[in-house]
């Protein structure tokens, strides 16, 4: 049942002295502050009344006004609730159980606990106020914070709603199935920022059942010991979910965030969010999008970027040849605020000093979300609102209701997907740039990134980390340029570190719930490990790997009995390193292994040692490696025991003679000579394959070897310039990559506006005609016909030639007047034959960068219109003759009854005279006026 109506002594005459100041409570109650717009009120009356009278929970109201309007939503929204409503004003403090209306000057924002003018308000007084607010409430509130989105026009509440989320808020957004608007619930759903979609009616009971829950009032506590296995579940399914693998993170930031996802999904315990996710891909996909929330902003930490752009990119520009580009990788761009604050930088530079140094500019993300918006480059008026004015005028253009990064800065930057843990760095760059990743990073991960840092960034090159991050460990690699900004520059030094890449393997160390784990017993390996090791290492066969040239690309340990350095310059050759009698079967195993891709075994290969003789056993098996690394196998050198006669033991255990040394001696014969057997076949069938090529190529080689000699110095030459360029190909290749993922994006973008401009130009019922400077048809909508004969064979043909039925005779003065740059030109033009009567529009056709290439003709009939203002002119004719006739006769009338009164009060002074009394009764005698 709705509330009770109080009083207009109740709450309407409510001021700020009735509002208690530094009223709280023991805990910070949550905070939800709701945003609406165009038939928000509707939706306003469904939530209060739906909302209980005591939910514990401070109210703010944000509803587009007018800015002069009067502030009468107060009085409005306390016929549907009980609590206290109130108008904001500058320095009331939030009050549990209380709804505050921010007044229709939009000029507060929250700060500790109360409210505050803010002088950016002023910027997004008209298109962006709820943007404005739910930024400041994400700073403010933080994880106990709700941002509830209502029914309304544009995208107001989306840029601010993703602030309160990155703060850890809660988001609620109107079905826009029950909204009477649906702009801002459904920009707000598009975005992906809306944690619960309901209609206005069902929000109070969730929002309650959130704001009571005592998981959203302090962190999760698991005391269960299995915590570590339930994570490596939750990070399995999310994995298989979205091929994300979030298991480097820190443990407290994914706890965070699965926080969240319990508290908006109301699971109380991980074992039953971990069920909830098995049954709910979406909620797979969420909790991903969840982790994976980037906070960024325009030049943020804006000394950091003066440094910059002071200090080190003069540097990276300087003496610098045009034709060699400056490499620059931004890992982690999020929605590329930072990315065009540093290409801002970079163009300030380029156009100051006049240079015309390319510029490769890489920026990357996990978020495919992200990336496509960055690759838009569209903000709103909120997200620039601390954007210099001379540069937002100069590298932003406005569009509709947001602002778009000019041309010149969305070409410079190639966005692509890119995951810095598992795929390929980019390389040979001058300045890298990862800020605030690495702090959600194990610290394992940090230990193995900042070595890769250091690989792929040229001599000299910069480093640009977050404020909170360092190098730690790693100090000899980097030189600090500024320690307060986290700059670096690489350091050359003695010693190199190798950072292997992808980064294989376990990199990840749990801890229990409720123990704390030292960093070091994060990154060291512990007493168990170390037991591992020393056991493989002692008890595994000395063992290599080769690739399909016979080159040996690891070693193990205890190889020194099979192999050998030879004398004279170094190798990797297999054959050339293993002993002479291990030769003719690694040849064959190798061979064979790599030809029929199997497991090939040689037993019982006799080897001189130690004055006698001991035997081992070969064995290659092909490895499954990645695609880059090429075919590899595995060589396996396994001791073999020999029979005791041909170990030299048959005095101790038989004689000589004896039956059984006899058939020992027989086996082991047979054993060697199938092996041999083996290794002459592999040998022949290598022989055969290498005779057949060479005889084919023999007369080949030997026309060809006169001019291979003529160009070998030339080649020689050419060999040094490709391997010098080998490296830049393999990072174009990357580049086209992305380019190419980029222009299909496009291709496909352009193809659905070209089919939106087609349905548009053909359900269109206004008769519109394109014309270009020299007055030539360029395109026309169907309705045109209703005026002119216009027919598709008659694009490209002068306007002007064109017979219709209208009479126009000032064409050529309105599109000369319009193509000069008049704005618009409106004349109403009459047909000759019915006449029909039509508004004529003439505008600017404009291009992307502004330029006015034609004009733009609408033809709207306004036949009724005319006619129905003539109906009213005529009927208003007439109307005005019928009142004069009525004031004639009102006149007469009155002189009449004048008359009629003059000739009683005759009557009457004649009785008077008589001595009789009056014969009429007139009253207004008595009025001395009359």
Known sequence: MPPTKKSSSGKRGKTLADVKAGETTPQAPVTVVVGASAGGLEALEQFFRAMPADPGICFVVLVHHHPDGQPLLAGILSRY????????????????????????????????????????????????????????????????????IL??????????????KDAGGIIVVQDPASAKHTGMPRSAIEAGVADLVLSAAQMPEKIVEIARRSSFSSPLTTPSASLDEELRTIFAIVKAGTGNDFSSYKTNTIMRRIERRMTVNATGQLESYIAFLKDNPQEVQALAREIMIGVTSFFRDPEAFDFMAREVIPVLFAGRDPDD??????????????????????????????????????????????IGQARAGLYSDVTLADMDGERLKRFFTRSERVCQVSKQLREMIVFAHHNL???????????????NFLIYLNPDIQKRLIPLFHQVLKPGGFLFLGSAETVGLHSDLFIPVDKKWKIFTRQEGERRVDALFPFAGPVRKFAN?????????????????????????????????????????HFSNRTEAYLAMPAGEPTRDLLRLAREELRPALRAAIHKAFTEQKQIDFRRIRVPADGGETAVNIIVAPLQAPPPAGRLALVIFEPAPLPAA???????????????????????????????????????EQLETSNEGFMSANEELMSVNEELQSTNEELQSTNEELETSKEELQALNEELLTVNAELQAKVEER???TSDLENLLTSSEIATIFLDRGLNIKRF?????????????????????????????????????????????????????????????????????????????????????KRAEEEIRLHAEEMRTRNEELTRLNRVMEGRELRMIELKKEVNDLCRENGRPPLYSLDFEKDETF
Not at 94 to 123: K, M, Q, W
Request: glycine share 8%; aromatic share 6%; proline share 5%.
């Open 751 to 753: 193809n659905q506006a």
């Open 325 to 370: 580009p400056v490499r620059i990788w931004h890992a982690g761009c999020s929605t590329g605020e930072e990315v065009y604050s540093m290409a801002i930088l970079i163009q300030e530079f380029l156009s100051e000093h006049r240079l015309a140094t390319r510029v490769q500019f890489f920026a990357t993300d996990i978020d495919e979300t992200a």
């Open 421 to 435: 843990i598992r795929d390929p760095p980019f390389s040979r760059l001058d300045l890298l740039i990862c800020r």
């Open 151 to 164: 029914s309304g026009t544009g995208s107001d509440g989306t840029e601010g709603a993703k602030a309160v």
């Open 81 to 148: 609730t009980r609590m206290d409503v109130v108008t904001a004003a500058e320095g009331m403090a939030l009050s549990p159980n209380t709804v505050c209306v921010i007044p229709p000057t939009y000029g507060l924002i929250l700060h500790s606990g109360r409210f505050t003018a803010d002088e950016r308000a002023h910027l997004c007084r008209i298109l962006h106020p709820v943007d404005l607010f739910f930024r400041a409430l994400g700073a403010e509130a933080g994880m106990r914070a709700i941002a509830v």
């Open 513 to 553: 719930a409720g123990r704390s784990v030292r960093q070091s017993e994060a990154v060291e390996p512990g007493p168990v490990a170390l037991a591992e090791r020393l056991l493989l290492e002692r008890y595994l066969p000395a063992r290599v790997i080769v690739n399909e040239k016979n080159e040996v690309v």
């Open 646 to 684: 041909i170990a030299g033991q048959s005095e101790e255990e038989g004689v000589p003679g004896d039956e059984t040394s006899r058939e020992s001696l027989i086996r082991q014969l047979e054993e060697q000579l199938r092996v041999n057997h083996e290794q002459l076949q592999a040998t022949s």
């Open 781 to 865: 909508t169907p309705a045109i016909a209703r005026i002119f004969d216009m027919i598709p064979a008659d694009i490209g043909r002068p306007f002007r030639r064109l017979a219709g039925k209208i009479d126009w005779p000032t064409f050529a003065q309105d599109a000369a007047a319009v193509l000069a740059g008049r704005s618009v030109v409106e004349r109403e033009v009459t047909a000759h034959d019915n006449g029909e009567c039509y508004l004529k529009r003439v505008l600017p056709y404009r291009t992307a960068e502004g330029k006015i290439d034609g004009i733009v003709v609408t033809f709207i009939d306004i036949t009724e219109r």
